[in-house]
């Protein structure tokens, strides 16, 4: 398995194992199957004949309704990543998840543009098919085809030979797809020691991710031992830029060591 390797401001290596095509194959598909289940039964318990009549056949009300029945569908991907810290079903299912290519959580917008961009890596030959298609060239039915399957390949194609395996959604939004193979050993690595009585300042900090407590930590660590005050102050600004939070420590190592502390905290309590 490829392995995507970050080196943190206090030059600090961080392996992540990257997810195989396989795995994304695999996700992709359930993701699907939940899809097309979801308009399936949409079909199949909603009245559309009574809505129909509710409306007086009224065609443009008719088709605002369908619309908004496939929202969930059109939109799955962008809020389960989202709302899951990088994962839809089918990447839970398969132990996947996104993260920035700096190892942190990706923002809104990585979400947003990986969202978006899955026009190019799965349907940008599709809609060229649609388009060849309505020049009327019946007779040239096996490049239309030909057309459509390599559409539908494009992101895989651009995973199996990117070095990261990236789609395009993922090279623009700098964003990598990691296997999460070594959950129990890297939950130890971001542990803290907490008392029964320890009370948290920071309830924030459950934006951030394992991900992003084992890059601070391992940070940390380091530019304390080093008495490195620059890359602390960069630390601070990092978390503060992800998670909102609004210092009440004067001293950065107070901050960040709390902030460790209130993430161990609130997590081990879920």
């Known amino acids: 398995m490829k392995r995507l390797q970050i080196k943190t401001a206090q030059n600090v290596d961080i392996n992540f194992t990257i997810a195989t095509v396989g795995q994304r194959l695999f996700a992709f598909i359930i993701d699907n199957i939940i899809k097309f289940a979801y308009i ?35 939109f799955y991907s962008l809020y389960s990543e989202i709302l899951l810290n990088g994962q839809t079903l089918g990447k839970m299912l398969l132990k996947i998840r996104v993260i920035h290519r700096d190892g942190f959580k990706p923002s809104i917008t990585d979400y947003t543009i990986r969202w978006f961009l899955r026009t190019i890596d799965f349907n ?6 649609i388009y060849l298609a309505s020049l009327g060239l019946d007779t040239e039915e096996e490049l239309l085809v030909f057309v459509f399957i390599v559409g539908k390949l494009v992101g895989f194609l651009l995973i199996i030979f990117t070095e990261k395996n990236q789609r395009f959604g993922d090279l623009i939004a700098n964003t990598v797809v990691i296997y999460l193979k070594d959950d129990v050993k890297f939950s130890d690595t971001i542990s803290e020691t907490i008392t029964e009585s320890y009370k948290p300042l920071y309830p924030s900090v459950i934006r951030l991710s394992d991900n992003d407590a084992r890059i601070i ?15 602390l102050v960069k ?7 992800v998670t909102g ?8 190592k107070a901050f960040i060591d709390a902030v460790l502390k209130d993430y161990n905290y609130y997590t081990q309590s879920m």
């Open 124 to 129: 940008l030959f599709s809609l060229i098919f």
């Open 40 to 74: 399936y039964f949409a079909y199949q318990f909603l009245n559309f004949r009574l809505i129909d009549d509710s409306f007086g056949g009224d065609h443009w009300t008719i088709k605002a309704i369908d619309v908004l029945i496939f929202l969930p569908v059109t």
């Open 235 to 241: 630390l601070r600004t990092k978390i503060i830029e």
């Open 217 to 231: 930590k391992d940070t940390f660590n380091m530019a304390v031992k080093a008495n490195d005050y620059n890359t």
């Open 245 to 252: 939070i609004k210092s009440t420590h004067k001293n950065d």
